[in-house]
């Protein structure tokens, strides 16, 4: 038998109990270090599951912070103007359509408009702020995982149903809706919708 390999197995029969001790130490070690590889890869894919798919990689929006610049401003350099207010307009993107199409036309994957409206939504004499979100069915589907997220009807239902609303579990539970409810939708500009 070779000298080494005499040696290494002298050793195991006569220190057994220290063998055992040595494998299980560095089994715990590697097991460990898997187990924590294993945490890190879930935790990171639920990280983008939850967090980074849920999100629009790229947003547009009509949101103006300055006034245009003013004829005196451009002829002059020494003129300033301060506490101008832009212009009151209606709000949105002019053409979305259009816009939409040209977006489609050179960006990989997939596009939705959305309009975003701070509201007040009322059921069962119970008044509840809300965001509201609205959307295209048709593309959210493609840019969201909102279908696979909704537990009870379908966003083929909202093309049925006018003014239909998708609320959350939490929202529901908090003004006791169910689905098929009718509640009424008032914004901050005082438009009231029945939805």
């Known amino acids: 038998m070779n000298l080494v390999l005499d040696i290494a197995v002298t050793h195991i029969r006569h220190r057994a109990r220290h063998t055992l001790v040595a494998v299980a130490g560095v089994a715990t070690g590697v097991g460990f270090s898997v187990m924590m ?29 300055r006034a245009p610049p003013q004829p005196a401003e451009s002829a002059f350099d020494a003129a300033e103007i301060r506490g101008l207010k832009p212009e ?19 960006v990989p994957g997939a596009v939705a ?31 969201s995982e909102l279908v696979t997220q909704m537990r009870k009807g379908s966003l083929a239902s909202l093309y ?11 929202l529901a539970e908090k003004v006791g809706a169910k689905i098929d409810a009718n509640m009424t939708v008032q914004t901050s500009s005082g438009v009231r919708i029945n939805a």
């Open 37 to 65: 590889a294993a945490l890190m890869q879930g935790s990171q894919e639920d990280f983008v599951r939850q967090l980074v798919n849920a999100l629009p990689h790229i947003s547009i929006t009509d949101e103006r912070r």
């Open 88 to 106: 009151a307009r209606r709000r949105g993107i002019k053409n979305p359509l259009a816009t939409i199409a040209t977006l489609e036309s050179w």
């Open 113 to 143: 408009p959305s309009v975003k409206v701070e509201a007040i939504l009322r059921y069962a004499a119970r008044d509840t702020g809300a965001s509201i979100i609205g959307i295209d069915p048709y593309r959210e589907a493609r840019v």
């Open 160 to 170: 049925r149903a006018n003014n239909a609303i998708i609320i959350g579990d939490r």
